[in-house]
């Protein structure tokens, strides 16, 4: 089936298009001025003979008027003339005109008189090669001067420049079109250097990018601003895979704890103490399921992408208040009422973390203390964190070495979920040297009550 020319027109590539399309323009614009040219140049040409051959025959005429006609007429430039009485006999004319038949018959010359317009003739019947331009006046005494002149050279001339316009012009929108053909190649090279680098990113290794051309250009930047894509692609995938395996790593050590111990359990089942059996089992049961808790709370918080689960008026106070009640040690030195908007779970869980942390590494107590601006702070006078290490450990899976020593310990996601939840609240969470120990400051936007 025959495809239309437009769906064929579509189907070609850019640089055929564009080069098409600017030839195609070109070459519209340059016929219609070669024609406006040529008409305005024929104009003008013919107005400078018309209006010179009206000077000489007023001339003429106003010898006829005195009656001091020569015989024959001279002009100096060349102009035919003819003097015709009233009746339309020739009276004078130039050397070498003919003296027998008027140049206009006697229609024509009323016309022109009538008029005062010029007229183009043939001038083979006169012996005159090629056409003449003709004017008619009259002068007294019923006389009329017949005034004319070849008009082949101006002919000739526009004949000549409508053929080097005719030449030119194709000439010059080839030239257009290669040029345009070429230039539109080299600036979509780049981008086809784009495209077989985008192909083979999918179809090769990942950590791969774009080729970034040297000039300083769109393409350039469309370059750039795809490579910081993948960039942040690659790295989001290696967030990703680094977070499985290292929850793989962590679901494995209390899995493994399990295994052994109903295994060791089944294999001496005499004497075998099934209470302790049971109570050891329970405690990595509680690892995992803690551990499966805060992945399900960061997924959570990913999945909502800094924004809380809920904006409701939160009475902070109260929320810390009751979350101490479970700390029968950790004492809460000031709660000022504060309000802010989020989420009353979310928060809360905040807290229990920095608790956590704090009861497990203190010495001797854990204050906790809430201000009216909104600062909640946790602090202990435990080891306290080195500060190179005091950033680092908000990161997902970081645990301390000494940290890890201890068996209370989590996997290391509490102060990752403390941090993105106050951030979706709109906060900040930094730590600081209490000396010694550790404080926790938490700063959240406080809501107007
Ligand atoms: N109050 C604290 N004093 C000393 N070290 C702390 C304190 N809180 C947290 N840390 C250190 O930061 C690490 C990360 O804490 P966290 O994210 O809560 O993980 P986890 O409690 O599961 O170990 C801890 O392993 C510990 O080494
Ligand atoms: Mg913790």
């Not at 003819?82 to 050397?95: E, P, S």
């Not at 008189?113 to 043939?122: H, W």
């Not at 526009?158 to 080097?164: E, F, H, M, N, Q």
């Not at 960061?298 to 810390?320: C, F, I, K, N």
């Amino acid at each position: 089936m025959a495809e239309s020319p437009l769906v064929w027109w579509r189907r070609q590539g850019l640089r055929f298009r564009l080069s098409v399309a600017a030839a195609a323009v070109l070459a519209l614009a340059l016929a219609l001025s070669a024609t406006v040219l040529l008409s305005v140049l024929d104009r003008a040409l013919i107005d400078t003979v018309d209006e010179s051959l009206g000077r000489q025959a007023q001339t003429v005429r106003v010898q006829a008027d005195g009656n001091a006609l020569t015989t024959p007429i001279t002009t100096h430039d060349g102009t035919i003339v003819q003097v015709l009485d009233a009746r339309g006999r020739i009276t004078h004319v130039t050397f070498g005109t003919d003296r027998l038949v008027p140049l206009l018959d006697a229609r024509t010359r009323a016309r022109l008189l009538r008029e005062g317009t010029a007229t183009d003739l043939d001038g083979r019947p006169y012996a005159i090669p090629g056409p003449l331009r003709v004017v008619a006046v009259s002068a007294d005494r019923g006389q009329t001067v017949i005034a004319a002149r070849p008009i082949g050279e101006i002919q000739t001339s526009l004949g000549t420049a409508a053929r080097v316009l005719l030449v030119g012009t194709p000439l010059l929108v080839v030239l257009l079109a290669v040029a345009s053909w070429l230039m539109i190649g080299r600036t979509l090279r780049p981008i086809a250097a784009l495209r077989r680098g985008a192909s083979e990113i999918t179809h090769t290794a990942r950590s791969r990018r774009l080729p970034v051309p040297a000039s300083r250009d769109e393409v350039h930047h469309l370059a750039t601003t795809l490579n910081d894509m993948l960039a942040r692609l690659e790295e989001a995938e290696q967030r990703q895979r680094a977070l499985v395996s290292d929850a793989s790593h962590e679901l494995r050590s209390p899995l493994a704890s399990i295994r052994l111990q109903l295994e060791v359990a089944l294999g001496h089942p005499d004497g075998q103490d099934w209470q302790e059996t049971a109570e050891g089992v329970l405690e990595d049961t509680m690892r995992l399921s803690r551990l499966a808790e805060d992945l399900l709370a960061l997924a959570r918080l990913d999945e909502r992408g800094g924004v809380p689960a809920r904006s409701e008026p939160v009475h902070l106070d109260e929320v810390v208040r009751q979350t101490m009640e479970r700390y029968g040690e950790a004492g809460l030195s000031v709660c000022d009422p504060v309000q802010v908007r989020g989420d009353a779970l979310d928060l809360s869980r905040v807290l229990i973390n920095l608790v956590d942390n704090a009861v497990r590494h203190t010495s001797s107590k854990v204050d906790v203390a809430l201000t009216a601006d909104g600062v909640l702070t946790v602090t202990d006078d435990g080891p306290g964190i080195p500060e190179q290490d005091r950033e680092r450990v908000f990161n997902r899976f970081t645990r301390l070495d000494s940290g890890r020593s201890r068996d209370e310990g989590g996997a290391g996601l509490g102060l990752a979920i403390v941090r993105e939840t106050v951030r979706a609240h709109g906060g900040t969470v930094t730590l600081e040297d209490a000396c010694p120990g550790l404080r926790a400051v938490v700063r959240l936007p406080v809501s107007p009550t």
